[in-house]
């Protein structure tokens, strides 16, 4: 793999095994000696390193500007509140502003209206980059502070750590929120992980759903096969959406997950599969160029 390509691995929900498969696919990656890089963009809560254990050489603040409001220059002309479009900085009375700095989405907006130059921008931590190597894998994380809800606008600085022509894979926050959209957004790739159960199934359709109205690619893979019905396979068949990727339920999987390892050793061949449909689908869209 000589061309840059980037892979975001979801799911509709939680616990569904998306980091089992992220991590696992990109060690059996860097095993096959391929160029890739692994970036943790489950920001609120990365374990990617629990598995990957690298050693990290760089870490980053990451900052965001909202507004400082000087009241001596203030004369209470409301125009910075009518701007806002998530009231993160309203006038009330005797010419005060209050700022709430976490609904505030750096737009810079208020600022530019002020017509006394009474606001200014301030620079506020909202978590860390960290950068690092696994082996022959290249790491990327990043940790959102604790009380900080400017998900996006970390996941936005994790993705500028990609690497031209690199393999790179993205460990998607779960759900359909913004910050899933965030992650997905620009990727080549979405390997929407899932497990054959009812609520698998519904949060799979919701995912698929976010993946189809960003026309993404996308393939879906199935965790812990054969603990539920056959549902979702059926879905998968009557959509006409690929399966990339079976996991069978293993015990030796959740003893390995438990105590932080990866399973290559056991599952070997599943990965060089998904490595094979990874493959085949980038020559693809290349071929089409």
């Known amino acids: 793999?000589?061309?840059?390509?980037?892979?975001?691995?979801?799911?509709?929900?939680?616990?569904?095994?998306?980091?089992?498969?992220?991590?696992?696919?990109?060690?059996?990656?860097?095993?096959?000696?391929?160029?890739?890089?692994?970036?943790?963009?489950?920001?609120?809560?990365?374990?990617?390193?629990?598995?990957?254990?690298?050693?990290?050489?760089?870490?980053?603040?990451?900052?965001?500007?909202?507004?400082?409001?000087?009241?001596?220059?203030?004369?209470?002309?409301?125009?910075?509140?009518?701007?806002c479009r998530f009231?993160?900085?309203v006038h009330i009375k005797d010419n005060k502003v209050l700022t709430f700095e976490q609904l505030c989405h750096s737009c810079g907006g208020c600022i530019r209206v002020c017509p006394t130059d009474a606001i200014r921008p301030k620079k506020l931590k909202i978590g860390d980059i960290e950068i690092g190597q696994s082996d022959n894998l290249d790491f990327v994380q990043g940790k959102l502070n604790i009380g900080n809800i400017r998900t996006p606008s970390l996941i936005k600085e994790v993705k500028t750590q990609i690497?031209?022509?690199?393999?790179s894979i993205i460990d998607v926050p779960p759900g359909t929120s913004c910050s899933v959209v965030e992650a997905v957004k620009g990727t080549d790739f979405v390997i929407l992980v899932t497990e054959p159960t009812p609520f698998g199934l519904n949060d799979l359709k919701l995912a698929v759903g976010l993946v189809k109205k960003m026309k993404l690619p996308f393939a879906v893979a199935i965790n812990r096969d054969g603990i539920g019905n056959d549902q979702v396979e059926k879905y998968c068949r009557t959509e006409n959406i690929d399966i990339a990727l079976k996991l069978p339920d293993d015990r030796a999987i959740a003893r390995a997950y438990s105590t932080g390892q990866l399973i290559l050793d056991q599952h070997e061949k599943s990965f060089s599969n998904l490595f094979?449909?990874?493959?085949?689908?980038?020559?693809?869209?290349?071929?089409k160029r």
């Open 276 to 287: 094979k449909f990874v493959k085949n689908i980038r020559s693809k869209r290349y071929a």
């Open 87 to 89: 009231s993160a900085i």
């Open 163 to 167: 690497k031209k022509d690199y393999l």
């Open 1 to 83: 793999m000589s061309q840059s390509y980037v892979i975001a691995i979801a799911s509709g929900k939680g616990g569904t095994g998306k980091t089992t498969i992220a991590v696992n696919l990109a060690a059996y990656c860097a095993r096959s000696n391929s160029k890739v890089q692994y970036l943790d963009c489950d920001v609120e809560e990365p374990n990617g390193h629990i598995f990957l254990k690298p050693k990290i050489n760089i870490k980053k603040d990451v900052t965001v500007q909202i507004p400082q409001v000087d009241s001596e220059k203030c004369i209470g002309c409301g125009k910075c509140g009518k701007i």
